[in-house]
């Protein structure tokens, strides 16, 4: 008996055309996890791909540990495979299924036969392996409306599958079907959250991160380095731009009013982001802004970020709740990080009295006062890249 991993297809299994190129991106992605952990056939059928171990070694819970973070599955279910006959099936499912069906009081079988040569018919197949295992566990119930466990029987084109456990898988598509995009990056609970959720939705996403020795600390980038270690199971590889942003914030606070400080520095984050995504061809800026947490993000003020910026900026946790934005941070397991105390460059010369409502032109009207346009240049110019392989820099 051989375990494999039925990894299902999640949104990509309704893609008309275009479906074999997410599916080359997603296998690509799969097998780029996997590899650390020993050698893998991969067989694509029927929006399954069929992951089977090359030797008995493979540690098959963190294979699963693994897949349970790659963007474009919708479920990964471990699975024994069997020759198409119905009475191997039976006697060799028994001890596979011991461990699911040992603590268990109710069960049912769904069988699936997409293999119409095989002999049996579903109903069929759900009788003759029901029965085996009441056989086997006389103490076990069938109940088919909420059983405790769910034994599956596929006949496919290639063999038997049985199995009784489905892990839901992270959703989304596959990551690089989309483009690539900035994220601004801070060292706070938000944005790390807003790159969970457009690698979701396939984009490759790369960092930038604005700090101001010595009013920030080395241990905020540190911060801010290993958020990016720990989105890497999601994003894959992360580059990290570190832009030197003190000289900056220091030009503001002494020539511009201080009621304006946040919002002139978030426009400026906002022109060297776009700077550094024209050269490095991202295609967007993606932020941790939520609509009204602070008074950056009152509607007036995302307005006013959002005029210096060319590209698009998305904004995934736009309409979420602290709580909501909490919760995932502490499924993706950035929440602990993100919490340590360490200030970032925005609480560097906050004003007493931020402007909730800030006019665009008269924003305008008080950056244009001095040139910030060399700084811009030498910040860029002294930019430091950083780069993230899952769970190490490289
Ligand atoms: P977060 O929890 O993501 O830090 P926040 O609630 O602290 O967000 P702000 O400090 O107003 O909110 O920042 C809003 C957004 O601006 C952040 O989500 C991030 O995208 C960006 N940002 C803030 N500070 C930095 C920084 N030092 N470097 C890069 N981006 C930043
Ligand atoms: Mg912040």
């Not at 099936?89 to 293999?115: G, H, M, N, W």
């Not at 909420?146 to 049985?162: H, L």
């Not at 009621?259 to 022109?271: N, Q």
Request: aromatic share 8%; net charge neutral; hydrophobic share 40%.
């Amino acid at each position: 008996m051989k375990e494999i991993i039925m990894a299902k297809y999640g949104e990509i299994a309704l893609k008309g055309l275009n479906k074999s190129t997410f599916e080359d991106i997603l296998l690509k992605n799969i097998k780029r996890r996997l590899k650390p952990l020993g050698s893998f056939n991969y067989t694509r059928k029927q929006s399954t791909i069929y992951i089977e171990p090359c030797d008995d070694n493979i540690d098959m819970g963190e294979v699963k540990e693994r897949l349970k973070t790659v963007f474009g599955l919708g479920a990964i279910q471990p699975s024994a495979v069997f020759q198409k006959d119905m009475d191997e099936v039976k006697a060799q499912c028994i001890p596979y299924l011991k461990d699911a069906l040992d603590l268990a009081r109710t069960f049912k079988v769904e069988a699936k036969r997409s293999d119409k040569s095989f002999p049996l018919k579903s109903p069929d197949i759900q009788l003759a392996l029901g029965d085996a295992i009441l056989d086997a566990y006389p103490n076990l119930k069938v109940d088919v409306h909420d059983p405790e466990v769910t034994v599956k029987c596929e006949i496919r084109d290639i063999g038997a599958y049985v199995s009784a456990e489905r892990i839901i898988g992270a959703g989304g598509i596959p990551v690089g079907s989309s483009g690539k995009a900035l994220l601004l990056l801070s060292g706070g609970i938000d944005s790390p959250v807003a790159a969970y959720m457009m690698a979701k939705r396939g984009l490759i996403v790369d960092g930038i991160h604005f700090q101001s020795p010595p009013y920030t600390s080395e241990r905020a980038l540190i911060k801010v380095q290993t958020l990016c270690e720990k989105l890497t199971p999601y994003c894959g590889d992360i580059r990290l731009h570190c832009v030197p942003f003190t000289e900056i914030q220091e030009a503001l606070r002494d020539n511009c009013p201080e009621e304006f400080f946040t919002i002139i520095m978030r426009r400026l984050m906002m022109k060297i982001a776009n700077i550094v995504a024209e050269r490095d061809g991202y295609g967007a800026l993606i932020t941790g802004e939520s609509m009204g947490q602070v008074a950056s993000q009152t509607l007036k003020a995302i307005q006013c970020t959002d005029a210096a910026s060319k590209l698009p900026v998305f904004r995934p946790v736009i309409g979420m709740d602290k709580k909501e934005i909490t919760d995932i941070a502490r499924k993706i397991d950035t929440f602990e990080t993100s919490i340590l105390p360490y200030e970032d460059c925005c609480t560097v010369f906050t004003p007493r009295h931020p402007k909730t409502r800030p006019v665009l032109s008269e924003i305008e009207e008080a950056e244009s006062r001095f040139d910030f346009a060399p700084l811009i240049e030498k910040a860029v110019k002294e930019t430091v890249l950083y780069k993230y392989r899952v769970g190490e820099e490289y």
